[in-house]
Structure formats: C-alpha cells, structure tokens
C-alpha cells in the first residue's frame, strides 16, 4: 500500500510540474489570417459580331468593356468582313483583322479609350479601364 501511495504521489507531482513548465498557454492564440490575395486583372474578350460593318455602338460586344488596370483586352473578328480596332488617341491599333483574327491590348493606365474602326468608322467602341 505504501507503494502505492508513493507511485500515485509521484505522478501526481509530475502532471503537476508538466502543468506549471508547460510553454503552451491555457487559452489557444488565435492564428491571425492572412489577407487574400488581390485578384489579378480580369481578361475580356469584345467581338465583331457578324453584320458589324452596318452596325455602329453594337458593332463591338460589350460596349462599353470595363477591365481593371493591368487587364487586357482582346478584341475578336467574328465577321466577314476585315475590320480594326484603333483608339481614338492611337493608344493601340491592330491593323486590319481578317475575318478570324484576333487582337489583344494590355491597358496600364485608368481611364476611358473610346476606339474606332478605321475601316468603317461607324462602328464604335469604349473600353473603361478602373
């Protein structure tokens, strides 16, 4: 019996002495999050619907396109017909587009780029850049 009172007084002293040197607190510290990534700047695609050369604001599709700074768009020639994309300020310009081909344009700076077909300059667009 004497043994065991001495084996239950030990283990009680150690849990005790785990207990008080233990570097673990109590009451967990919450693990601060760190912040979401920022998403990168969307991509849009505008086509030249089939029919574009009669069309004027809907010759582009969407117009206007919104992207964030840093996004590109790119442009794409869903008609029959050769067509360009050019800002009114010659920011960018594609050269003319066979029917197929595409155009992409990084944009780095905020603002409104209304653009243009030069081959039919009644087809218009705006892309806003946030």
């Known amino acids: 019996m004497r043994f065991v009172s001495i084996a239950?007084?030990?283990?009680?002293?150690?849990?005790y002495?785990?207990?008080?040197?233990?570097?673990?607190?109590a009451?967990?510290?919450?693990?601060?999050?760190?912040?979401?990534p920022t998403p990168g700047p969307a991509a849009v695609t505008i086509s030249m619907p089939r029919g574009a050369t009669s069309l004027t604001t809907t010759a582009y599709v969407p117009n206007p396109a919104t992207v964030a700074v840093g996004g590109t768009v790119t442009w794409v020639n869903?008609?029959?017909?050769?067509?360009?994309?050019?800002?009114?300020s010659r920011v960018?310009?594609?050269s003319t587009m066979a029917?197929?081909?595409s155009f992409s344009f990084t944009f780095r700076t905020a603002g409104s780029f209304p653009y243009v077909c030069l081959i039919h300059p009644n087809m218009v667009?705006?892309?806003?850049?946030?």
């Open 99 to 101: 029917p197929g081909a």
């Open 125 to 130: 667009g705006t892309v806003v850049v946030q």
């Open 92 to 94: 960018w310009d594609s």
């Open 78 to 88: 869903n008609d029959v017909d050769p067509h360009t994309t050019t800002s009114n």
């Open 27 to 36: 009451t967990p510290t919450p693990t601060p999050t760190p912040p979401s």
């Open 8 to 15: 239950v007084a030990l283990l009680a002293g150690a849990v």
């Open 17 to 25: 002495a785990s207990a008080c040197s233990s570097s673990t607190p």
